[in-house]
């Protein structure tokens, strides 16, 4: 990218911290390889006036899920899980029924794919079943125990029968207990053992012991037009045509919460480009080419995809565009994403070689407003595509 292009990239993002929407931002985005742009900006603390860097740890939320799907298809390469075997295999306790009360077989391509009948808590208008239930979303700390959050979950009938239907929902946490189960051990050791440590990821946790590095975090104003507020400890976000979203802050650091598989996990951007790098090429040092196309490509294309919206189906791990002009982006069909509820998204376009990380501390801007959408046309409109034969994709690696 030339220096005007990415200034231009940079102006979209120094206008959304100027104008209050986003609090701090950290954006990376390669192609080929080779970084071609990189912007940290705003602030981490606001109050403190302390700035974002290289260096500040985000807190991610959902893009935590596709670390641990990838785990798991690691798992199954090993022989170690089987996709098409029952989870009460490993969660014999775990029986969640129809609303008819007829019992239903769950597996983990069902929980991989958000095609197991669950659904979350903050897709609905407050005191919903799992609320009523006590189910934590994973983000908050209503729940501090694993075993716990499945036993209410698993009293909630399903929204339908596994493998009829798509629904985003906390299908990751138990997917991450059945890791637990199949390894007999903790589920941090487990993504350490098979996708963070061999990528090097050595900022992304489950759980960090000070805020040193952490982005605070803010959520959107209460009036219009207003700069973003600091996040209370127990707080609430409302999800636009859903119900309200409920936030701990402070949960990364508590160690007696339990690592939530599908929204637990922090890091830095660089850490999580070299994550979406190693997928862009095809898997190694964590997963065979076979295994990045059932995490990267559609396997739901008979179902639609509320959660990412008209023109995306869903892998088992990512949204997936199925068609550019209806899902109403820029990149190709066949790009694949994901974005968190404290405001991060990221993306990644095989076609052209591209791998965006945008990671902002204000929920939901950062997700559902406007900034991830300018920002990605903003590099559309100024990118100059690349041959890949120009690149030998080794840049990123510095960041090991």
Same mark, same amino acid.
């Given at each position: 990218?030339?220096?005007?292009?990415? *200034?231009?990239?940079?102006?979209?993002?120094?206008?959304?911290?100027? +104008?209050?929407?986003?609090?701090?931002?950290?954006?990376?985005?390669?192609?080929?390889?080779?970084?071609?742009?990189?912007?940290?900006?705003?602030? +981490?603390? %606001? =109050? =403190?006036?302390?700035?974002?860097? =290289? @260096?500040?740890?985000?807190? /991610?939320?959902?893009?935590?899920?596709?670390?641990?799907?990838?785990?798991?298809?690691?798992?199954? =390469?090993?022989?170690?899980?089987?996709? #098409?075997?029952?989870?009460?295999?490993?969660?014999? +306790?775990?029986?969640?029924?129809?609303?008819?009360?007829?019992?239903?077989?769950?597996?983990? %391509?069902?929980?991989?794919?958000?095609?197991?009948?669950?659904?979350?808590?903050?897709?609905?208008?407050? *005191? *919903?079943?799992?609320?009523?239930?006590?189910?934590?979303?994973?983000?908050?700390?209503?729940?501090?125990?694993?075993?716990?959050?499945?036993?209410?979950?698993?009293?909630?009938?399903?929204?339908?029968?596994?493998?009829?239907?798509?629904? !985003?929902?906390?299908?990751?946490?138990?997917?991450?207990?059945?890791? @637990? %189960?199949?390894?007999?051990?903790?589920?941090?050791?487990?993504? @350490?053992?098979?996708?963070?440590?061999?990528?090097?990821?050595?900022?992304?946790?489950?759980?960090?012991?000070?805020?040193?590095?952490?982005?605070?975090? !803010?959520?959107?104003?209460?009036?219009? *037009?207003?700069?973003?507020?600091?996040?209370?400890?127990?707080?609430?976000?409302?999800?636009?045509?859903?119900?309200?979203?409920?936030?701990?802050?402070?949960?990364?650091?508590?160690?007696?919460?339990?690592?939530?598989?599908?929204?637990?996990?922090?890091?830095?951007?660089? #850490? !999580? /480009?070299?994550?979406?790098?190693?997928?862009?090429?095809?898997?190694?040092?964590?997963?065979?080419?076979? &295994?990045?196309?059932?995490?990267?490509?559609?396997?739901?294309?008979?179902?639609?995809?509320?959660?990412?919206?008209?023109?995306?189906?869903?892998?088992?791990?990512?949204?997936?565009?199925?068609?550019?002009?209806?899902?109403?982006?820029?990149?190709?069909?066949?790009? !694949?994403?994901?974005?968190?509820?404290?405001?991060?998204?990221?993306?990644? #376009?095989?076609?052209?070689?591209? &791998?965006?990380?945008?990671?902002?501390?204000?929920?939901?801007?950062?997700?559902?407003?406007?900034?991830?959408?300018?920002?990605?046309? +903003?590099?559309?409109?100024?990118?100059?595509?690349?041959?890949?034969?120009?690149?030998?994709?080794?840049?990123?690696? @510095?960041?090991?």
């Amino acid at each position: 990218m030339e220096i005007c292009a990415a *200034n231009c990239v940079h102006q979209v993002i120094e206008d959304a911290v100027s +104008a209050g929407r986003i609090v701090g931002a950290s954006v990376i985005v390669a192609q080929h390889g080779e970084v071609i742009l990189e912007h940290h900006t705003g602030w +981490a603390d %606001r =109050e =403190e006036k302390r700035p974002v860097t =290289e @260096e500040t740890i985000f807190r /991610l939320a959902s893009m935590t899920k596709p670390i641990v799907s990838a785990a798991t298809l690691a798992l199954v =390469e090993k022989d170690v899980l089987s996709l #098409d075997t029952p989870i009460s295999c490993w969660l014999p +306790a775990f029986t969640p029924r129809l609303s008819n009360g007829n019992q239903a077989v769950i597996t983990l %391509r069902h929980l991989l794919t958000h095609t197991a009948g669950l659904t979350y808590g903050f897709l609905f208008a407050e *005191n *919903n079943p799992l609320q009523s239930a006590g189910v934590s979303d994973g983000i908050d700390e209503s729940v501090l125990s694993l075993d716990d959050n499945l036993e209410r979950l698993a009293t909630v009938p399903l929204m339908f029968a596994p493998g009829t239907s798509w629904c !985003y929902s906390l299908a990751t946490d138990v997917l991450g207990a059945v890791l @637990e %189960r199949a390894c007999n051990q903790p589920l941090p050791q487990i993504i @350490e053992e098979w996708v963070t440590g061999p990528l090097g990821m050595k900022d992304t946790t489950f759980h960090l012991s000070s805020h040193e590095r952490l982005a605070k975090a !803010y959520a959107d104003s209460h009036e219009a *037009n207003g700069s973003a507020r600091v996040m209370q400890n127990k707080d609430k976000v409302l999800l636009e045509g859903c119900g309200y979203i409920h936030y701990a802050p402070g949960r990364i650091t508590n160690k007696q919460a339990y690592p939530s598989a599908g929204a637990g996990m922090a890091g830095t951007a660089r #850490d !999580y /480009l070299i994550f979406l790098e190693a997928l862009r090429n095809g898997g190694q040092p964590i997963l065979s080419r076979q &295994s990045v196309d059932l995490l990267t490509s559609d396997a739901v294309k008979d179902f639609d995809v509320p959660a990412a919206g008209p023109g995306f189906g869903f892998s088992m791990g990512f949204a997936v565009v199925r068609d550019s002009q209806t899902a109403n982006t820029p990149r190709h069909a066949g790009s !694949y994403d994901w974005g968190g509820v404290y405001g991060t998204k990221m993306f990644v #376009d095989p076609e052209i070689g591209l &791998s965006a990380v945008m990671l902002t501390n204000t929920a939901l801007e950062g997700l559902t407003g406007k900034f991830s959408n300018d920002v990605t046309r +903003a590099i559309y409109d100024n990118l100059e595509i690349h041959e890949a034969d120009h690149y030998p994709g080794t840049a990123c690696n @510095e960041y090991r």
